[in-house]
């Protein structure tokens, strides 16, 4: 398997939270990336291995994709199928915020073989939507989820956001409620991390921004596994839960270390033990793409060391956890008994568990992956 990723950077305003690749939109810029986009992918369409491939996955994210007019969301996908081939059946996932969608826009979607669709909805707390930064309100996210129905789309995906500043366990509750009863196939569930460089970095330095102890943050984290659980979403991912069927198949073949190529500013591409990563901000993949055809700002090949590093990061964000038999044929028995006293100590704190052949986290080490991936590396 193989994905292919676009990035749109477009939004129509700013929120105080996201480090993304992002502009605000100008039309003339977007014509500008799209001239960009499509000689990114004439070219690499040309490579190996990217030549011989048939992708099975396709996802446009952000930024906001569906800020786009349906003219341009025409020529990002006639770019894709002049320049790879992508399968006949692929999951094609695009990324939008309530108040940039339309039916007539889902439906030209629907038209282009998208089959999956992503909102941004964050919350429906009209309080933590405004401390967001966010455009839509509550109801207007509810009114975008009925119009992709409308529109025809049978696969979509709720993003919120626990851990803002000034929520409350009532407030995080009522969102998920409202999630649940829309009854999407799909929700991601997000801690709000601060990220350097955002206006909340800014504020958090200043003191400005009342956000929950660890204690807390994991509190609201496990409140909503529960619910969405007895809602019969199963967890798949440390932060997504699907109903049977709807796991994001673009997410888990990244999870699962499956090449990928990313196309647009700030893009990632995996391939053969090669990341490589395009220039961040518009206006440098403008000029690179213009100055060389190229705009590949960081191309390394991945040591052992590496490739064992992102093997256990990657494993342990899946519920299934990693496989010790895949590990030891992968990298050698050494490198997996090295880490055998790190395991025990992990699974004496309750953080590890084994099943099996496989290495999992436990509800605890869930709530803190990061540190317990730091701790195996």
């Keep these: ?55 099975d996955t396709v996802f446009l994210g952000g930024g906001t994709p569906t800020c786009l007019t349906d003219r341009q969301l025409d020529r990002v996908f006639r770019t894709i199928h002049d320049r790879f081939r992508v399968a006949p059946h692929a999951e094609i996932t695009v990324e939008a915020n309530p108040e940039t969608v339309t039916i007539p826009k889902l439906k030209r ?25 966010r455009r839509h309100t509550s109801d207007r996210a509810e009114k975008a989820f009925a119009s992709v129905r409308e529109a025809g789309f049978r696969n979509v995906n709720l993003d919120l956001m626990f851990g803002v500043p000034g929520q409350s366990a009532a407030d995080w509750a009522d969102t998920l409620e409202r999630a649940v009863a829309l009854d ?61 069927g709807f796991a994001c198949h673009h997410n888990v073949s990244c999870w699962k270390g499956g090449d990928y190529l990313g196309l647009g500013p700030s893009a990632h591409t995996r391939m053969d033990g090669r990341r490589l990563a395009n220039a961040r901000g518009l206006a440098g993949y403008l000029r690179a793409m213009d100055e060389r055809e190229d705009a590949t700002d960081m191309d390394e090949t991945l040591s052992v060391d590496e490739r064992i590093h992102e ?67």
């Design 184 to 244: 999407p196939e799909h929700l991601s569930v997000y801690g709000l991390t601060i990220e350097p460089g955002t206006e909340y970095a800014r504020r958090a330095e200043q003191g400005a921004l009342d956000l929950p102890d660890e204690g807390r943050h994991t509190a609201l984290y496990f409140q909503a596994l529960d619910r969405l659980t007895a809602a019969g979403f199963r967890q798949y991912e440390i932060s997504n839960l699907a109903k049977p």
């Design 1 to 55: 398997m193989a994905g292919l990723y676009v990035h749109i950077p477009f939004c129509s305003h700013a929120c105080p939270y996201c480090d993304f690749s992002f502009e605000l939109l100008k039309g003339g810029r977007v014509d500008e990336l799209l001239g960009a986009l499509d000689a990114e992918a004439e070219r690499r369409g040309r490579e190996s291995p990217w030549v011989d491939i048939v992708f």
């Design 311 to 377: 093997y256990i990061l990657l494993s342990l964000r899946s519920v299934d956890g990693l496989d010790t038999r895949l590990f030891r044929d992968r990298y050698g028995d050494d490198a997996m008994d090295a880490r055998d006293p790190a395991i025990h100590a992990l699974a004496g704190e309750g953080l590890l568990a084994k099943r099996g052949s496989r290495l999992c986290l436990t509800r605890r080490g869930l709530a803190l992956a990061d540190s317990v991936c730091e701790y195996l590396m």
């Design 109 to 133: 979607l629907r038209g282009l073989d998208v089959d999956r669709i992503s909102i941004g909805v964050q919350s429906f707390s009209p309080d933590i939507l405004m401390t967001l930064g």
